[in-house]
């Protein structure tokens, strides 16, 4: 019996009083957990203990999300345990799977800047460098899509009832966080004290979630902090009559770790944001900070030993939040505080959209947080001075962190930083030529680009273990420790008998896909139909109402022109955020498709809609494997780059997309041949954009536009029209929708012909995933420690 499962037979008896032949699913589950996350612990232990030994450099990686998915089989899988543990529940006449799925999604992030986070984790573990992840304990996560009616509505994702096993609660680590009051200055012997007043307190409470590392016993860790109040009830103001006053520390701790992305259409919204992200990068800071002294004695190495990284603006207030650290707590100058910390900070930017990069009102800003306010208007001054003495007093306008009384958090980040990164070849040349170019003057050499990368033993090891085996068999390397070696695949390019199998496997992955469809949905769907998928963050610049315009369209030549397509299923998982009126319009008329497309007897035998509510990792871990083709179809120069177009490659789907992203390298990787390019390109949408696009235009000259936004206005979901979008097409369509129609129908009807032919579709297939190994986020991870970070392994 090993270790593992003797601690297994143990914790049943001990909390439980059962043996795990008694045990039901719920405590072995809960038994899984703890003991998982013990084993780890332990390790982690031995792994502080080299740290401590070598006082090497460490990292600590800021951000508002990581979307890891379910811990329980990542960490199993990564400590070489899942057979083990498989094999002792099956022995006992139990499903591993059935323990697996009791595990909630972490209610930790939303989109692909928490999924680049976690797979960043996970590579960095595996690869033994030490780096610690930093966010919030967000108690309801982002929220539980349901559909009703073909509507999104929004429910509380309670994960942390079944989820909270995994994580170390670490009192002994709590920090104090200020909110509101004001400060007075006093000189004493020592220097300038800043004294704070009439304050709100908030402590934050450390819960440490473990992250494995693949086939190593280094462990680094993800700190979630909790708010909860200092004193959560102020007699004194009660017996005053103040009585919701006297409750206010508590209503805001209980607001700030609640949900993730609350809504910020309004200004509590705004300002429930402020004090989430101040609150997390302040006790994250305080903590790295009050470590590293305990250690040196100084901070005048600290940026010698200590690099944080702030992904994307959200933990923008690290930088004034270190500042006041060093100052106010360590009676250090002004200008040797900004030289520490100007060598401290890396900052990757995630997005040129301008309602991306954060602006904060002064107004709203400043008496939530006056201390820090006061440092960042000193640090704009210094740098506005600066610009001066320099000879960019012109570009000030667009450099300024204040400007017309908005704090403009990217200006921030970079004038604070020592390097800036974009996040794909497209995107950081965007960055340096266009959006940011007037800071590259004036910082030359401090943007660089990383491109994005995905945990592979994640999206292929543990997703997709039948392709996985198969590829080991046959290559006879282990490509999941080296994703670089699954280009051996390439010498098999012409050989038949790889092609079918490949093309089995997939069959095997679209036939679980449609079991899991017909289980939550009730639509039967064919199996040897195209799998046509867009998974991801319904926003308009990803254009999923353009997929939505092919599926009309393709539904009128079927209905009305004896067209006899290749049958189809469109598959969408999708969350809008809760106050997009725009995009959840765009989720009901996607529903209304699959409705209208159901009840018609002609139609529904040539192409289906599924839309998968809930759309999560999870999910993502069943629908990737199954893709035959990747909608990557944003507007050219809008997407930073994309990860779901890598894990769709990884798994031999192939790529429909226009020139945008990381869509540039994989064309680059796989050649014309194997993708399916459309659309205007970057130069083409920015020119176009310059000169004054009409969408009407290409309406009234382009018949199949007509004709497909006309029946669009007859089309019944429920009592709800689409007029409203319709119109919104004809007479804005700001991403290029109907500029790109055209060219997107045709690439799909090239989609059409080319799947027809299996053995070409499959050597396609087979070329994708042969040179998805750049796309690694080992390749990534090691760019950032090697070539910004400059932090070694663990020996």
Known sequence: MSNFTESIKKYLET?????????????????????????????????????????????????????????LRNNLFNLGL?????????????????????????????????????????????????????????????????????????????????????????????MEIKFYGRTSETWTKTGLKINYHDYTSIIAEPYDLMISGYKTESVNVLRLWKAKANSAFNMKLFERGEYAKSME?????????????????????????????????????????????????????FAEKVVIHINDTHPAMCIPELMRILMDEYSYSWEEAWDITTKTFAYTNHTIMAEALEKWSVNLFEPILPRIYTIIKEINNRFCKYCYENGAAGDIETMAIIHHGMIRMANLCIVSSYNVNGVSKLHSDILIEDTFKDFNKIYPGKFNNVTNG??????IGQANPELTKYLTDLLGVNFLKDLSAIENLMKFKDDKSVIENLNRIKDIKKTQLARYIKNSTGINIDNTSIFDIQVKRLHEYKRQLLNALHIIYLFREIKFNALRPQPRTFIFGAKASSGYVMAKNIIKLICSLSDMIEADPLVRNYIKV?????????????????ANISEQISQAGKEASGTGNMKFMLNGALTLGTMDGANVEIHGAVGDNNIFIFGLTTPEVNELFAKGYKPYDYYISNPEIKNTLDFMRTIDGNGTNFNNIVDYLINHDPYMCLADFKSYIDKQKE???????????????LVNIAKSGIFSADRSTAEYVNNIWNIEKVK
């Open 82 to 174: 899942e057979e083990e543990v498989k094999d002792l529940l099956y022995e006992k006449g139990m499903d591993i799977d059935r323990i697996y799925n009791m595990e909630p999604d972490p209610g930790l992030g939303n989109g692909g800047l928490g999924r680049l986070a976690s797979c960043y984790m996970d590579a960095w573990t595996s690869q033994d460098y030490p780096v610690t992840g930093f966010s919030i304990l967000y108690e309801f996560g982002i929220f539980k899509q349901v559909i009703q009616n073909g509507w999104q509505q929004e429910y509380p994702d309670n994960w942390l009832e079944y989820g909270s096993y995994g994580l170390v609660y670490r009192k002994d680590e709590g």
């Open 751 to 765: 989609v059409a012909e080319i799947y027809q032919d299996k053995d070409r579709w499959g050597q396609m297939s």
């Open 15 to 71: 909390t439980f009083g059962n043996s795990i032949e008694e045990a039901n699913e719920r405590q072995l589950y809960q038994t899984l957990m703890v003991v998982t996350r013990d084993r780890l612990s332990a390790l982690r232990y031995e792994y502080n203990k080299k740290l401590k030994q070598t006082d090497q450099k460490q990292a600590y990686y800021m951000s508002m999300e990581f979307l890891v998915g379910r811990t």
């Open 249 to 301: 520390a508590d209503a805001i701790a209980t607001s700030i770790s609640k949900l993730l992305y609350p809504a910020d259409d309004n200004d509590n919204g705004k300002a429930l944001r402020i004090k989430q992200q101040y609150f997390f990068t302040s006790a994250s800071l305080q903590q790295i900070v009050k470590a590293h002294f305990k250690t040196h004695g100084t901070l005048d190495n």
């Open 610 to 626: 599924i839309f998968i509510e809930d759309y999560r990792v999870t999910l993502a871990e069943i629908i990737i494997p199954a």
């Open 454 to 459: 995905i945990a592979h033993r994640r999206w």
